[in-house]
């Protein structure tokens, strides 16, 4: 997800973040009853980083690793490193651009697809082989190797020798090393030897088994299309499914036992930072700081202004008012997370458990109730399990 929009001077964007916080709408006062929870990792923290993308992609492979293994134990729950990914898709990206004459937005953003991409290249290892902090803090902070890798990559796209040396991949390399570690080629994990292929294949993960729905007019429906947006910089293919079907398709992955990503924009003031998400009618405040401040601000001015009575009022969705707001760009590609579960509040509207990357914060410790109109709305795509969608879409869509 793209996460390098451009920030405002501290000066003035403190002064305005509390005007604009003084003016948002609290949501109603919510209750949720669980309809359908599937199992889950724990809560991560992202922290500093603009891995979104990761982090809930990896989030949603583990807990395809313990439904398609049957693990019951939360103790045998697999850990996936997010930094391995990390690293690998740096220096992916590193390559593409130099091949484009950087002519490529290079920066820590990406989507989800990535994660596949260096799951099948790749493989996978645990946290505990490569946590990625080697650089003296115990959350991620990647504002330094973001900006050394970018300085570095724009450097070399300038071909001061007039030919690319040999060492170049070399040292772009080392930066990641230095940051992350280096990717193991081999490790040991409880007692047993992999390598990350054999031990992505220890949990029975097909790269091939995933694929991303999308919902928008200026494609044809029920074909595939890559995704307008800049941090899909390997131009992976979503397909494409009228907003009703996209809804329902969600829905009945969760309810028959499977999980999805959930890529799309929280700058809405309707997704909260105490743990709803409503698509209430209103302009989102942007905040500089940590990614949670960013999109939903700081908590110190939460709360200034009277809650509404009764159930929460929501913009009506339509088809054309989606492709409007991704046409307009009041919709962008901001943030990545993990969709896990099925609620409804008091009213009976139904809402879809989302965890988030920015650790165990908010009413509900990390997790988000979104409601079906802020997912049509605001969704711009998700990834699931092929066997996870309805068989009649599969069948129009030709997936085997």
């Known amino acids: 997800m793209k996460l390098n929009k451009i920030l405002m001077a501290a000066a003035i964007a403190v002064p305005a973040l509390a005007h604009a916080q003084a003016q948002q709408p609290q949501t109603p006062e919510l209750e949720f009853t669980i309809v359908?929870?599937?199992?889950?990792?724990?809560?991560?923290?992202?922290?500093?980083?603009?891995?979104?993308?990761?982090?809930?992609?990896?989030?949603?492979?583990e807990s395809e690793a313990i439904r398609l293994n049957n693990i019951k134990d939360k103790n045998l729950y697999p850990d996936f490193s997010e930094m391995f990914v990390v690293s690998h898709s740096y220096q992916d990206r590193a390559d593409k651009y130099i091949r484009l004459d950087g002519n490529l937005t290079f920066g820590a953003g990406s989507e989800c697809e990535d994660v596949i991409h260096i799951m099948r290249d790749y493989g996978l290892v645990p946290n505990s082989v490569m946590t990625g902090l080697n650089y003296g803090t115990t959350l991620p902070v990647h504002g330094e190797v973001d900006a050394a890798a970018l300085a570095y990559v724009?450097?070399?796209q300038k071909n001061p020798n007039r030919s690319l040396s040999t060492a170049w991949r070399n040292g772009f390399k080392g930066i990641m090393d230095a940051y992350f570690g280096e990717c193991p080629e081999e490790f040991e994990y409880n007692g047993k030897k992999y390598t990350p292929a054999s031990y992505r294949d220890s949990y029975k993960l097909n790269p091939d088994d995933y694929v991303t729905l999308t919902s928008f007019t200026h494609h044809p429906f029920y074909t595939q299309f890559a995704i307008e947006v800049c941090d899909n910089w390997r131009s992976d293919m979503a397909y494409n499914v009228p907003i009703d079907e996209f809804w329902d398709a969600i829905y009945y992955a969760i309810e028959?036992?499977?999980t999805t990503t959930w890529g799309g924009d929280v700058s809405e003031t309707g997704f909260t930072r105490t743990g709803s998400a409503l698509l209430l009618d209103t302009t989102a405040p942007r905040a500089a700081g940590s990614d949670q401040e960013r999109w939903v601000g700081s908590d110190r001015n939460q709360g200034a202004a009277a809650r509404p009575e009764g159930a929460p009022k929501e913009k009506v969705v339509t088809q054309e008012s989606r492709q409007k707001d991704f046409d307009n760009k009041a919709t962008t590609d901001d943030h990545g997370m993990h969709a896990f579960g099925i609620a409804k509040d008091q009213y009976g509207n139904k809402y879809l458990m989302i965890k988030n990357s920015w650790g165990e914060t908010g009413k509900y410790k990390?997790?988000?109730?979104?409601?079906?109109?802020?997912?049509?709305?605001?969704?711009?795509?998700f990834m699931v399990?092929?066997?996870?969608?309805?068989?009649?879409l599969k069948d129009k869509l030709g997936i085997k």
């Open 256 to 258: 028959n036992g499977y």
């Open 36 to 61: 359908k929870e599937n199992p889950i990792t724990s809560v991560k923290n992202q922290n500093s980083s603009g891995t979104c993308w990761c982090f809930s992609a990896i989030s949603f492979l």
């Open 366 to 381: 990390g997790i988000w109730y979104m409601s079906e109109a802020f997912t049509k709305g605001k969704a711009i795509d």
């Open 385 to 392: 399990h092929k066997d996870g969608l309805p068989k009649a």
């Open 154 to 156: 724009q450097a070399i």
